[in-house]
């Protein structure tokens, strides 16, 4: 291993210097750390004893390998700050592209999503300009650990599998295993890696194939995998796909609205599973959607403000929709309205909620009967379906016509005509394409809400009569 005096000569003398700097930044003044690394860049030929005499007064201190062992831990961390001198002009490259991934992961664990998604998509482009395809994998994992589905997404697998494949195929071609070299033994992390992978894979195709079950709606046959896999689940296989069975199995129950069979599944869960982070987000978002569909809505608001937004912040435009949808359910329409206008453009990196806030905002002006502002942000927002470039959700497509008709009427009452048009029947019957999810971005349903607005219109005027 390679001693702090070889450490400090890949270094220039005032590279020293700098590392000293930014160990000042990291140390108080009087620091032991700090000392020794003082006397090695400035006395640099000395011995232990006399680098222990000087920090601790005597020679044979017990203490001094062990700060030794310290500073140069210490200085690993601190090189990485020089930029490294390289005679390989594609090295020198590989590490900026290394460095500006790390970065943007970095600023992504902050929250600074837009910035984040910005460094990452600059990172793909290099990548890929330098064929960098180990890298590759990196950025969609992070791409899909923080949400950025605008620079790899999971409809990016099967072109990121023909990648990864062919660098692989490629690497194999470049570096052939001469015959004439003994055969190398097997490394032995390699071999526990190919052995987890081989678990792992088993463990995935099971959760793929309940997933694809969901996929179809075929929730029984889904439920009948889970019971089945849970009951085969050999141990030592991947804590993650065991956790990710109790979240299918949730997610079963969302799926079918069978609302108080998941908050029943949360309460044997939370008694039984201590889950990874990412799990026990997903976990806790399904737990809320159960209380917020079940009109449980103190509830919803408790585990929104206290574990959601806890365990994520850089969800924050999310949970702030949701708590949007809580305010509305209690018809405080004011607080309501003011949290779409606070977080509606942070809103933007997620269109469906983007034009969810929208439609929103929409139903509350028709609660509110503010004829006015309705008929502007309907206009708006006919507009705004006109000019976006991504594709918008079919349920908002068919719900706003629906809205359209529905604010046309207040000036020109014809009941029939929303009843029977094709679109309420089509959102009301979920028929293929417009089908509803309670764990998607229409947490109301624009067809009940549609529906109850007929109805009470139409009670209004029995009582007229």
């Known amino acids: 291993?390679?001693?702090?005096?070889?450490?400090?000569?890949?270094?220039?003398?005032?590279?020293?210097?700098?590392?000293?700097?930014?160990?000042?930044?990291?140390?108080?003044?009087?620091?032991?750390?700090?000392?020794?690394?003082?006397?090695?860049?400035?006395?640099?030929d000395l011995s232990d004893s006399e680098y222990a005499q000087k920090i601790y007064k005597k020679q044979d201190a017990a203490a001094y390998f062990q700060l030794k062992k310290r500073v140069k831990d210490e200085l690993k961390e601190l090189l990485l700050l020089l930029k490294p001198p390289c005679v390989d002009k594609t090295y020198q490259l590989y590490l900026s592209c290394s460095e500006l991934?790390?970065?943007?992961?970095?600023?992504?664990?902050?929250?600074?999503?837009?910035?984040?998604?910005?460094?990452?998509?600059?990172?793909?482009?290099?990548?890929?300009?330098?064929?960098?395809?180990?890298?590759?994998?990196?950025?969609?994992?992070?791409?899909?650990?923080?949400?950025?589905?605008?620079?790899?997404?999971?409809?990016?697998?099967?072109?990121?599998?023909?990648?990864?494949?062919?660098?692989?195929?490629?690497l194999i071609k470049q570096n052939p295993c001469s015959k004439?070299?003994?055969?190398a033994s097997k490394n032995k992390y390699l071999k526990s890696m190919i052995k987890k992978l081989n678990h792992s894979l088993e463990s995935w195709n099971k959760l793929n194939i309940i997933r694809n079950a969901i996929q179809q709606r075929e929730y029984d046959h889904a439920l009948s995998i889970i019971d089945q896999a849970n009951?085969?689940?050999?141990?030592?296989?991947?804590?993650?796909?065991?956790?990710?069975?109790?979240?299918?199995?949730?997610?079963v129950f969302l799926a079918k609205r069978e609302y108080d069979k998941v908050l029943e599944e949360s309460v044997e869960v939370m008694q039984t599973t201590h889950f990874?982070?990412?799990?026990?987000?997903?976990?806790?978002?399904?737990?809320?959607?159960?209380?917020?569909?079940?009109?449980?809505i103190e509830d919803a608001r408790h585990v929104l403000h206290n574990e959601l937004i806890q365990l994520d912040t850089?969800?924050?435009?999310?949970?702030?929709?949701?708590?949007?949808?809580?305010?509305?359910?209690?018809?405080?329409?004011?607080?309501?309205?003011?949290?779409?206008?606070?977080?509606?453009?942070?809103?933007?990196?997620?269109?469906?909620?983007?034009?969810?806030?929208?439609m929103l905002e929409i139903m509350i002006l028709f609660d509110l009967n503010d004829t006015d502002w309705l008929e502007y942000k309907i206009e708006n927002f006919r507009k705004l379906i006109a000019r976006t470039t991504f594709v918008v959700n079919k349920r908002i497509q068919s719900s706003f016509c629906l809205f359209t008709k529905l604010q046309k009427s207040l000036y020109n009452p014809d009941h029939n005509q929303i009843?029977?048009?094709?679109?309420?029947?089509?959102l009301q019957n979920e028929t293929k394409g417009v089908e509803w999810d309670p764990a998607s971005f229409e947490l109301i349903r624009y067809d009940t809400w549609i529906k109850g607005k007929l109805a009470a219109r139409l009670y209004g005027i029995i009582e007229s009569v």
């Not at 210097?17 to 000392?35: D, R, T, V």
């Not at 009951?231 to 299918?248: A, D, F, N, R, V």
């Not at 942070?346 to 034009?355: E, F, G, M």
């Open 419 to 426: 009843h029977q048009h094709p679109a309420l029947h089509e």
């Open 314 to 358: 850089s969800q924050m435009s999310k949970w702030m929709y949701l708590d949007m949808h809580l305010n509305y359910k209690l018809m405080d329409f004011k607080n309501a309205l003011k949290q779409i206008h606070q977080n509606q453009n942070t809103l933007k990196c997620l269109p469906d909620y983007y034009l969810g806030s929208k």
């Open 1 to 44: 291993m390679e001693s702090i005096r070889k450490l400090l000569d890949t270094c220039s003398f005032p590279e020293r210097i700098q590392l000293i700097e930014f160990a000042k930044i990291k140390n108080a003044p009087s620091s032991k750390k700090l000392m020794l690394l003082k006397l090695f860049v400035h006395q640099p």
């Open 180 to 183: 004439k070299s003994p055969k």
């Open 231 to 251: 009951s085969e689940w050999k141990p030592g296989l991947q804590l993650y796909c065991k956790e990710g069975l109790k979240l299918l199995k949730m997610s």
């Open 101 to 170: 991934l790390l970065k943007s992961q970095h600023i992504l664990v902050r929250g600074v999503r837009g910035e984040g998604a910005k460094m990452l998509e600059k990172v793909l482009k290099m990548a890929i300009k330098y064929n960098f395809h180990d890298l590759i994998w990196t950025i969609y994992t992070t791409a899909v650990r923080f949400g950025i589905v605008e620079v790899l997404n999971t409809n990016d697998l099967p072109e990121l599998e023909l990648a990864i494949n062919g660098h692989l195929q490629l």
């Open 276 to 296: 990874s982070k990412e799990n026990k987000l997903n976990f806790t978002l399904t737990h809320w959607y159960a209380l917020f569909h079940l009109d449980k």
